[in-house]
């Protein structure tokens, strides 16, 4: 079982950044994709950016394209996901996920790891 340990987020308010941390001390692999998704009651999860090791590739859900930013660190075991320009509409419970498998990153629910959830709110 692949665990992931989620830090940052909070209360914001519009127009200022974010930093969320996602941690996965358990993956040895060298080659994985991560991912930052978010959900608001009553919504599907919807994915927002994903990153894969193997190949440097990054997407983004349209609506955070020029504002966020995804990033690993692999010593550290870590992926960032670095928020800026936050807008109301960016409130939403995040989550972080993983895969070791070899595909090029996706914004689908597929992913076999997933991280309990970090509360982000972005209100004047």
């Known amino acids: 079982q692949l665990h992931l340990v989620e830090s940052g987020g909070g209360l914001v308010q519009p127009g200022e950044s974010l930093r969320l941390s996602c941690e996965a001390p358990?993956?040895?692999?060298?080659?994985?994709?991560m991912a930052w998704f978010r959900q608001v009651p009553g919504k599907e999860r919807e994915g927002v950016s994903c990153f894969s090791s193997w190949g440097g590739t990054t997407k983004y859900l349209d609506s955070v394209k020029g504002r966020f930013t995804i990033s690993s660190n692999w010593k550290k075991k870590a992926v960032y996901l670095i928020m800026n320009n936050l807008k109301p509409e960016d409130t939403a419970v995040y989550y972080c996920?993983?895969?070791?498998?070899?595909?090029?990153?996706?914004?689908?629910?597929?992913?076999?790891?997933w991280g309990q959830g970090l509360q982000v709110t972005v209100s004047s």
């Open positions: 996920a993983a895969e070791l498998r070899f595909r090029q990153c996706e914004l689908d629910l597929s992913y076999e790891a």
């Open positions: 358990e993956i040895t692999s060298r080659t994985y994709n």
